[in-house]
């Protein structure tokens, strides 16, 4: 590697996005990481930490969570803390409707809300893909608008 080919915000970007942890659990330590972190989408999987099926959905949501680092920030939000029901309620969810994906874009708040019969690599990436494609149709919108003003 020489000089010239690094760049320090590149550097940056690398370092922090292989530091992240796949999966990080939310929790009053952890929140102000969440909070500040570089990357502004953020997927919740909502569900009981108590469930028999826990540990299978984590190992899920792990496997999942490798196909969009750096881009997706994946979050396990613990329904059974007293702590975590404004995030709950929030989202507009009943623990009834749990597991469940809450999407959430840091900049505009956009969010999406996806309850589960079962977590699943498959409808994580379909779901995660949907809300990313969403994202981009918005963004490319104003470019669109503003070259048909142009002409």
């Known amino acids: 590697m020489n000089g010239n080919d690094v760049d320090?915000?590149?550097?940056?970007?690398?370092?922090r996005m292989n530091e992240l942890r796949l999966v990080t659990e939310y929790n009053p330590v952890t929140?102000?990481?969440?909070?500040?972190?570089?990357?502004?989408?953020?997927?919740?999987?909502?569900t009981d930490k108590m469930s028999p099926k826990h540990p299978e959905h984590m190992r899920?949501?792990?496997?999942?969570?490798?196909?969009?680092?750096?881009?997706?920030l994946f979050i396990l939000i613990d329904s059974n803390l007293k702590s975590?029901?404004?995030?709950?309620?929030f989202?507009?969810?009943k623990k009834s409707q749990l597991p469940a994906l809450a999407m959430f874009h840091a900049p505009d708040e956009e969010q999406d809300?996806?309850?589960?019969?079962?977590?699943s690599v498959e409808h994580i990436?379909?779901?995660c893909n949907r809300f990313l494609q969403?994202?981009?149709?918005?963004?490319?919108?104003?470019?669109?608008?503003?070259?048909?003003?142009e002409l």
């Open 31 to 46: 929140a102000i990481g969440v909070m500040q972190s570089s990357l502004q989408l953020h997927l919740l999987l909502i």
């Open 91 to 93: 989202f507009k969810l």
């Open 113 to 119: 809300v996806l309850t589960l019969d079962e977590v």
């Open 84 to 89: 975590n029901e404004r995030i709950v309620s």
């Open 60 to 72: 899920r949501y792990r496997a999942a969570a490798e196909l969009f680092r750096g881009k997706i």
């Open 8 to 15: 320090a915000e590149k550097m940056t970007r690398f370092i």
């Open 125 to 127: 990436q379909d779901f």
């Open 134 to 149: 969403r994202m981009q149709k918005k963004e490319d919108e104003p470019e669109e608008k503003a070259l048909s003003e």
